[in-house]
């Protein structure tokens, strides 16, 4: 009997490292991948910009044999990890559906739903998906497009998350909805902070109104910082307090219920107690 409860707990860690090391380690990986796609255009050709041995393409056009063998087995992998990483966790939590608050769920898959509202309890998956976007557009995106098209489509994606937090409240308190939006606000302004530094093209007086806008940026960027991490410790205050209380009133009742059975034995004249009752 205790192997086999043994046993059961042994199992439950299992599901949890393995899922948390999954989630964990899906940054990086993806990072690894894309790294296959990066390119770097030299004066004497195009090469992967991880591997400046490894040319990518032919003086004639295409490909060469070589990038090839990598890129085939490497579009694979990110195919793999960018859609079946967060498709796996979904289907996951969408298959316990029914049964997130029961003990043996939450032990197993708990830390990818605990900290969500029930109604948003996927939004794991779309954090997972944030992620590989802003690893994605550095990419398949030129940096030497016009007008920074890597900043533009970054705010975008940015601006859409915020604005999708602010109206579905994905946590399941409060304070941490809060604080997730501000970290969205940090996010949009340092992209809109960098985007102004590869403004090209401008005057003098253009380049100390640019400095002026990132000074602003980076002002408001440390006060809301600052401001979460102020309310961070706000909350942590407030929860420690309302601990205490619970405890100081759980307390005051177990010692009132104690009392009360002290009198009623004393009452009913059970031997030692009414003595020290009376002493």
């Known amino acids: 009997s205790k192997l ?3 046993l059961v707990g042994l199992q439950q860690r299992c599901y949890k490292n393995a899922y948390w090391l999954l989630t964990l380690l899906y940054p990086g990986a993806c990072l690894v991948a894309l790294q296959m796609f990066a390119k770097e255009r030299l004066d004497i050709g195009t ?5 400046l041995s490894l040319k990518v393409s032919k003086d004639e056009g295409g490909y060469t044999s070589t990038y090839i063998g990598y890129m ?15 498709s796996f966790c979904f289907w996951t939590i969408y298959r316990h559906r029914w ?13 990818l739903y605990s900290s969500y509202d029930r109604r948003m309890c996927y939004w794991e998956t779309v954090q ?14 030129s940096s030497n497009a016009q007008g920074s098209l890597q900043g533009a489509i970054a705010q975008a994606v ?6 999708a937090t602010v109206w579905t409240q994905p946590f399941a308190t409060r304070s941490d909805n809060v604080l997730e939006i501000f970290s969205q606000i940090i996010i949009n302004f340092l992209i809109l902070s960098g985007c102004t530094s590869t403004w090209a093209d401008i005057s003098e007086r253009g380049l100390r109104a640019v400095a002026a806008v990132q000074l602003l940026f980076s ?4 006060f809301i910082a ?37 009198h009623v034995n004393a009452a009913a004249g059970v031997p030692g107690v009414a003595d020290d009752v009376i002493a």
């Open 4 to 6: 086999a409860t043994w």
């Open 47 to 51: 090469f992967m910009s991880s591997d």
């Open 72 to 86: 085939v087995p490497g579009g694979l992998f990110l195919a793999l990890l960018s859609v079946g990483v967060p």
């Open 99 to 111: 049964r997130l608050d029961e003990a043996v769920v939450a032990k197993k898959i708990g830390f």
């Open 128 to 141: 997972m998906a944030r992620r590989f976007v802003f690893a994605l557009i550095p990419v398949f995106v």
């Open 158 to 163: 940015a601006v859409g998350l915020l604005v």
């Open 219 to 222: 002002s408001m960027i440390v």
């Open 226 to 262: 600052a401001s979460s991490v102020l309310y961070g410790v706000y909350v942590f205050v407030q929860k420690r307090r309302a601990k205490r209380a619970a405890k100081r009133a759980g307390g005051e009742a177990s010692e009132g219920g104690s009392v009360h059975r002290v």
